[in-house]
């Protein structure tokens, strides 16, 4: 069985959980960030604000709504190709953006946009209030996962991290 399967929502979770703070696999260990699904895209977050060199910063409204997310971006089409080709052996990583179609209008985030000006070609943090958005509709995720172990009965993935995407405006 390979990482191209059905996983169950406990088992969502648990990889969710189990990633939370551990190095990503696929980098070396002297640059690998640590897993931040849920300390940095959910309700569990600090500070919502404390991103200001990034034009739009998003969080699940809560871990349930980034567990839906991830599991449907996991089953959706485009994500069980993506999840293919880690049955590889050369192939360490995948990242999946999916559209929201089984769980449209029922998962919700909060979104900060941060005020950017253009110089050149290039966006940069300029001054001003950032805009904040609660409880918006999400309407695609990205999720970006990695192998932690050869693809056995219960393949587990590394979620480096997940966060809407896109929202309903």
Partial sequence: M???????????HQMLYLSE???RP????AKAHAGHAISRHTEQRDDPFDRRQIRQDSTFASRKDLV???EEALHDSKGQQELATLNAHNVQSCSITVQLSATLGKIKAAVVQSPMARVGNKLV???GPQNYL???LVSSVFVLADKVAAAESWAPLHIQTAYPKDIVA
């Fill in 21 to 23: 703070r551990r190095l």
């Fill in 2 to 12: 390979g990482y191209d399967r059905k996983y169950t929502r406990e088992e969502v």
């Fill in 68 to 70: 839906l997310a991830v």
């Fill in 125 to 127: 943090p300029s001054s």
């Fill in 26 to 29: 696929s980098s070396p260990a």
């Fill in 134 to 136: 609660k409880h918006v």
